[in-house]
């Protein structure tokens, strides 16, 4: 299976780590924000990444491509049967999706993208409103929901974890840091699960990068 995605990507981070939990080979195609490659084009019909080439079975959306591979590879199981938990791990990813990743990517779309990768000035108004306005109702929903057991849905990793911690690494990489006096359910639970194996490699190739982007 080809990935076609950058690893800095919320959504491509998520897709990366679930493979990963599956324990799914693949091989990963950079691309960029409107790369011209025909493969990628062909496979992601609005040009947005991640998507996938499954042995011809063209498909986009990190939603869309997790839930086919959950229904083709159900073992381990990363999005509950019980139709509780499957509706919260739903919620979870819908919550990584929309509300964080938007917060998150107007910080560094504006901050970073924008000017290190697309050679033109970002909206920093934008992103400075996003940090001081968005981001704090985010954390405190976040901080006040994760339960005892340390993950977002019952006692194990599901989809959830991994869809709503992604984008907090975009976040990071804006130099914003989790305070863990104010926030120390996010610091524990986003600690464990970013350190997992089928995160913390990808996260320490792209903080190589981000710092090489940031001192170019
Ligand atoms: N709902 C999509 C969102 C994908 C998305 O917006 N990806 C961004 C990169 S983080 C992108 O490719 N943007 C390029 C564009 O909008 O043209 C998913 O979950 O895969």
């Known amino acids: ?4 995605g950058s690893i800095v990507s919320p959504f491509v981070r998520k897709l990366l780590a679930f493979l990963g939990e599956k324990g799914l080979d ?28 499954d042995d011809g079975f063209l498909l986009a959306d990190s939603s869309a491509i997790i839930h086919y591979l959950e229904a083709k590879y159900p073992e381990p199981a990363l999005i509950p049967a019980d139709p509780e938990a499957r509706g919260r791990t739903v919620w979870w990813d819908e919550f990584g999706d ?5 917060c998150g990517g107007k910080m560094f779309f504006n901050r970073i993208v924008a000017p290190k990768f697309l050679g033109r ?31 977002l849905v019952g006692d194990r990793l599901t989809l959830a ?14 130099g914003v840091t989790i305070d863990a006096a104010t926030y120390p359910k996010i610091a524990a639970w986003s600690e464990a699960i970013l350190s997992r194996p089928s995160m913390a490699p ?14 170019g």
């Open 1 to 4: 299976m080809i990935v076609y």
């Open 26 to 53: 693949f091989e990963l195609k950079g691309v960029g924000i409107g790369d011209p490659d025909p493969g990628f084009r062909a496979a992601s019909p609005l040009g947005k990444m991640p998507a996938i080439d």
């Open 98 to 102: 929309t509300v964080f990743a938007a």
């Open 121 to 151: 000035e970002g909206d920093l108004a934008a992103a400075a409103e996003a940090e001081a306005e968005e981001l704090p109702k985010l954390l405190a929903y976040l901080e006040s929901a994760i339960p005892a057991s340390g993950y």
């Open 161 to 174: 974890d991994l869809a709503a911690v992604s984008p907090l690494v975009n976040v990071r990489h804006c």
């Open 202 to 215: 990808w996260i320490a190739k792209e903080e190589r990068m981000m710092a090489k982007v940031l001192a």
